[in-house]
C-alpha cells in the first residue's frame, strides 16, 4: 500500500497533468489534477494521503470509488471525499471516464490554508471533517466552472495562485453547501427515468420510451438527463449495463447468459460492447478476475 503525501513529481501527458505545490505555489494544495477524455479508466491500487482530505470531481462519466469493500458510485457532478489517512482506491474494474479533476488538501496549518485567515480555514476544515455524504451531488453548471478555473490559473504557476486558490475556495464552499442539501439534486422526472434504467436492464431501452416516462420531448429530456448526470442517457444505460454484467460474470454466469439477460442481440455483439467499454473482452475480464 502506497502513502502519498502529495510531494512527487508534477506530469504532464495528452491525457493526464498532475501539479504539485511546486508548480501551483498555493498553500495547502498538495496535488492538483486533471484527466483528459478517455474511453476507459483503470483505477490505482489502495492508498492513502498522509494528512490531507482528497476531493475527487467527475465532469462527465462514470466511476466507482472503493473505501474497503464499500462502493461508491459517481457520476457527473458527483464528488468523492476521502478523509485524511484514508485508505481507498478506485475501483480496479476499467471504467468509463470522460473528464474529472482531482486534488489534496493539506489540512496541517491553517495559517495558510488556500491563502484564508485563520478562523475561515477552520471553519472549511471542520465542515469536510463533518461531512454528510461521502458521495455530493453538486450543480455541474455552478461548480464545474469553480474546479475548472482553478486548474487553468494553477497551470500559470505564480502569476495565477491567488485568483487559482479563489476559484477552489467557492468550489469547497459550494460542495459543502451541496453535502448540507439532500443526497441528490435530480429533478423527480430524472429520478423516475433512473429508477426505469436500472429496473430494465435486460430490455432494449428506447430514448422515446425514456422521454415519455419523463413527461418532456426527447431533445428537453436528453438534455436534462444529461445536466443531471453528466452523462447522456445512452451512454448513462450502457454504464449500467456494463456494471451489472461485470457482477454478472464473477458470479460465473455464462458469457452468452449474461448477453441474453442484459438485452443484447448475441454474445458476440455483447463481447464487442464489453470491449469497448471496459477494455477487455468478457473471457479477458473473467480471465483477469480469477489471477488477481
Given at each position: 500500500m502506497k502513502a502519498y503525501t502529495g510531494s512527487s513529481s508534477h506530469l504532464i501527458t495528452p491525457k493526464l497533468t498532475v501539479l504539485t505545490y511546486n508548480e501551483t505555489k498555493i498553500n495547502a494544495l498538495e496535488s492538483f489534477a486533471y484527466q483528459r477524455s478517455?474511453?476507459?479508466?483503470?483505477?490505482?491500487?489502495?492508498?492513502?494521503?498522509?494528512?490531507?482530505?482528497?476531493?475527487?470531481?467527475?465532469?462527465?462519466?462514470?466511476?466507482?470509488?472503493?473505501i474497503g469493500d464499500r462502493e461508491y458510485k459517481m457520476t457527473g457532478g458527483d464528488v468523492f471525499v476521502a478523509f485524511p489517512n484514508e485508505i481507498h482506491r478506485p475501483s480496479d474494474q476499467p471504467m468509463y471516464v470522460d473528464t474529472m479533476w482531482w486534488l489534496t488538501l493539506d489540512i496541517g496549518n491553517t495559517e495558510s490554508f488556500l491563502f484564508?485567515?485563520?478562523?475561515?480555514?477552520?471553519?472549511?476544515?471542520?465542515?469536510?471533517?463533518?461531512?454528510?455524504?461521502?458521495?455530493?451531488?453538486?450543480?455541474?453548471?455552478?461548480v464545474q466552472p469553480l474546479i475548472k478555473n482553478a486548474f487553468e490559473y494553477a497551470l500559470t504557476g505564480e502569476d495565477g495562485k491567488y485568483i487559482s486558490a479563489g476559484y477552489l475556495s467557492l468550489f469547497l464552499h459550494m460542495v459543502l453547501n451541496c453535502d448540507n442539501k439532500s443526497a441528490s439534486l435530480s429533478t423527480p422526472q430524472i429520478s423516475k427515468v433512473i429508477d426505469f434504467i436500472l429496473m430494465n436492464l435486460?430490455?432494449?431501452?428506447?430514448?422515446?420510451?425514456?422521454?415519455?416516462?419523463?413527461?418532456?420531448?426527447?431533445?428537453?429530456?436528453?438534455?436534462?438527463?444529461?445536466?443531471?448526470?453528466?452523462?447522456?442517457?445512452?451512454?448513462?444505460?450502457?454504464?449500467?449495463?456494463?456494471?451489472?454484467?461485470?457482477?454478472m460474470l464473477l458470479e460465473n454466469r455464462h458469457i452468452t447468459d449474461v448477453a441474453m439477460n442484459l438485452g443484447f442481440s448475441s454474445s458476440n455483439y455483447f463481447a464487442v460492447f464489453f470491449k469497448r467499454y471496459t477494455s477487455y473482452s468478457p473471457s479477458e475480464f473473467i480471465n483477469k478476475s480469477k489471477s488477481e
Open positions: 478517455s474511453n476507459v479508466y483503470s483505477g490505482h491500487p489502495d492508498h492513502y494521503h498522509v494528512n490531507c482530505f482528497e476531493l475527487t470531481y467527475v465532469d462527465r462519466g462514470n466511476l466507482i470509488q472503493c484564508l485567515d485563520r478562523a475561515c480555514a477552520e471553519d472549511v476544515i471542520a465542515k469536510l471533517y463533518n461531512i454528510k455524504h461521502r458521495i455530493i451531488k453538486t450543480n455541474p453548471k455552478i435486460d430490455k432494449d431501452i428506447s430514448l422515446d420510451e425514456l422521454a415519455e416516462i419523463a413527461n418532456l420531448s426527447l431533445s428537453r429530456f436528453k438534455q436534462l438527463f444529461k445536466d443531471e448526470t453528466g452523462q447522456t442517457p445512452r451512454v448513462y444505460i450502457n454504464c449500467q449495463k456494463i456494471y451489472k454484467a461485470k457482477k
